[in-house]
């Protein structure tokens, strides 16, 4: 069965960066894009961009160029989101999900950005 | 970016109701909305893509409608495990963009 599983909580300083992870089974990892999302507390969810593992190609929110970065492994079927130059406006759970119309979705990370 | 106006923000209904929830997009979307049910503390869960489009597994009480710049989703019976909060999702242009929220009670 198709699975998206990410990384752990993520507890970061101001200023400083964190790498989450998104790592596919289940499916061939080239043959759907990876897509990011951010939800903050209060439900709000915001598409960050998405990841096309094939080929490297990627799509960004122009809200989060030079905020985000994805990349992906495909030997290992992973998708990675950094995060950097982080303030407390960054904290938030982040989910990857896959395809276009992102039918499965990770279960998402959890990073707080406090000093 | 694409607007998406999702209404109510939250309601209640009794068991076996009938409820609809709306997403008003700013301009049209040509179908390319997914509506998503999404449990505390859990990740969202496709119900509805391309619209009116049922996702395997989903249970038939769902439906979706809609074209042009107007869709909704319906609840024909709630249940219990419907209690939650519903997304909507444009992905006609870049970037996607997501209704703001309906939560969903049983009265």
């Known amino acids: 069965q198709v699975q998206l599983q990410q990384s752990g909580v993520e507890l970061a300083k101001p200023g400083s960066s964190v790498k989450i992870s998104c790592k596919a089974s289940?499916?061939?990892?080239?043959?759907?894009?990876i897509h990011w999302i951010k939800q903050t507390t209060g439900q709000a969810l915001e598409w960050t961009g998405y990841?096309?593992?094939?080929?490297?190609?990627?799509k960004y929110n122009e809200k989060f160029k030079g905020k985000a970065t994805l990349t992906v492994d495909k030997s290992s079927s992973t998708a990675y989101m950094q995060l950097s130059s982080l303030t407390p406006v960054d904290t938030a759970v982040y989910y990857c999900?896959?395809?276009?119309?992102?039918?499965?979705w990770g279960q998402g990370v959890m990073v707080t950005v406090s000093s | 970016d694409i607007q998406m106006t999702q209404s109510p923000a939250s309601l209640s209904a009794s068991l076996g109701e009938t409820v609809s929830i709306e997403c008003l997009a700013s301009?049209?979307?040509?179908?390319?909305l997914v509506w998503y049910q999404q449990k505390p503390g859990k990740s969202p869960q496709l119900l509805i893509y391309?619209?009116?489009r049922l996702q395997d597994g989903v249970p038939s009480r769902f439906s979706g409608s809609g074209s042009g710049t107007q869709y909704s989703l319906k609840i024909s019976g709630m249940q219990p495990e419907d209690e939650g909060d519903y997304f909507c999702?444009?992905?006609?242009?870049?970037?996607?963009?997501f209704g703001a929220g309906t939560t969903l009670e049983l009265k």
């Open positions: 391309a619209a009116n």
């Open positions: 289940g499916y061939t990892f080239t043959r759907f894009a």
């Open positions: 999900a896959r395809g276009g119309n992102l039918d499965y």
């Open positions: 999702l444009q992905g006609s242009k870049f970037p996607y963009t």
């Open positions: 990841i096309a593992p094939g080929n490297g190609g990627t």
């Open positions: 301009e049209d979307i040509s179908n390319y």
